[in-house]
Each structure stands twice: as C-alpha cells, then as structure tokens.
C-alpha cells in the first residue's frame, strides 16, 4: 500500500523553525521527485520546494528562498523541509508530494499526495 505521510508541523512565532518530514512507503521513492506544497483556503496552491532524484537539483520560490531547504534521506525514504525565520504568512497546511514528472512542474495522475500537516506562525 502507497503512503506519503507529513508530519513535524505546529505552532511556532514569526522569526521561529520547523522541520517537516515526508515519510513515503509502496513504491519506488527514486523514481519520484519529492515535493512540497502549501495550500491557504481561498488561495492557489504553491510549491515551496522539490528535489529530483535525477540530479539532485533543489528548487524553491522567490517567497521562501533562502529561507526554507529541502534535502533527502534515501536509506529512510523521507524528504525534509527546514523552514527557518518563519512569516505569518508562512502559515498553511504543508503537503508533501511524489512526482513523476519530478520538478519539472506537470501533474501526473499516479502523483502521490499526502493529507498535509498545519503550520501555524503568529505575529
């Protein structure tokens, strides 16, 4: 059975760190890039991070660039975000991601989605 489970949300103050953890399990975890999301009620959904199991090459909006890092743990098949100096605006639900299209940015129906884990940061 197929399982993308997030985990390692919370509340935290602005200027506050969180580190996010993506556990996959059931299928091959290198044939996937490995992305994150966050999704806000009303808003457009936004990739804030992906890795590709191609090279290696990480990724990251102009919105959280040089605040947030992804890496990898292949032995535990798991992906990380660390989110340092946090915004208010930073608060979603994060949702990790296994892409078969890696990071190049298309939607693939066997993509594997996670039910997402809440970020809270306050003023």
């Known amino acids: 059975e197929v399982h993308v489970v997030e985990s390692g949300g919370g509340l935290v103050q602005a200027g506050g760190s969180l580190r996010l953890s993506c556990a996959a399990s059931?299928?091959?975890?290198?044939?996937?890039?490995i992305g994150w999301f966050r999704q806000v009620p009303g808003k457009e959904r936004e990739r804030v991070s992906c890795i590709s199991s191609i090279d290696g090459v990480t990724s990251y909006p102009d919105s959280v660039k040089g605040r947030f890092t992804i890496f990898s743990d292949n032995a535990k098949n798991t992906v990380y975000l660390q989110m340092n100096n946090l915004k208010p605006e930073d608060t979603a639900v994060y949702i990790c991601?296994?892409?078969?299209?890696?990071?190049?940015?298309?939607?693939?129906?066997?993509?594997?989605w996670g039910k997402g884990t809440l970020v809270t940061v306050s003023s």
């Open positions: 991601a296994a892409l078969v299209y890696f990071c190049a940015g298309f939607e693939s129906s066997m993509d594997y």
């Open positions: 059931g299928f091959t975890f290198d044939a996937y890039g």
